[in-house]
């Protein structure tokens, strides 16, 4: 009896996938992912917009920290830098203002700054995912202004 159940797992066959089965399940994936996919770019997107919005505000509070220290927000030519590192023999600079260094936006370009601003009192921005100014969507310019 014993010999006997032995042959029968010896002969046992081994079972799998076959290959029509694995081919039909990778068709299903791909159909998932074309149409999940561009959903998920598209939020990837966002996030950026979305982040450099949130730098732009870290940015704007850490000016108004500058100016109350030194009574003015730094010049177009010192630029976001002054948040970091005394411009010349400025008095009452008690900083630095960030934690860091000023941070690149999310398509790692530097921020834009401008004082006098065109659009508020200090203008901070970027252009978005092209590098231009204009554009929709990713593309679209992020600032401290009113959209």
Request: charged share 20%; hydrophobic share 35%.
């Amino acid at each position: 009896m014993e010999l006997n159940n032995r042959a029968r797992f010896g002969q046992r066959r081994q079972r799998g996938f076959t290959l029509m089965e694995l081919l039909v399940v990778l068709a299903i994936l791909g159909l998932l992912m074309a149409l999940v996919g561009p959903n998920v770019l598209n939020q990837l997107g966002g996030a950026k917009t979305k982040t450099a919005g949130i730098q732009i505000k870290d940015l704007e509070q850490a000016l108004e920290m500058y100016k109350l220290d030194v009574g003015r927000y730094p010049s177009t030519q010192e630029g976001l830098g002054a948040l970091v590192n005394k411009p010349g023999n400025i008095t009452g600079w008690n900083g630095p203002y960030l934690k860091s260094d000023v941070p690149m936006d999310p398509w790692n370009r530097a921020y834009s700054y401008k004082y006098p601003g065109e659009k508020s009192e200090v203008d901070i921005f970027t252009y978005g995912a092209n590098g231009t100014p204009g554009g929709e969507g990713e593309d679209r310019d992020v600032g401290n202004w009113k959209q």
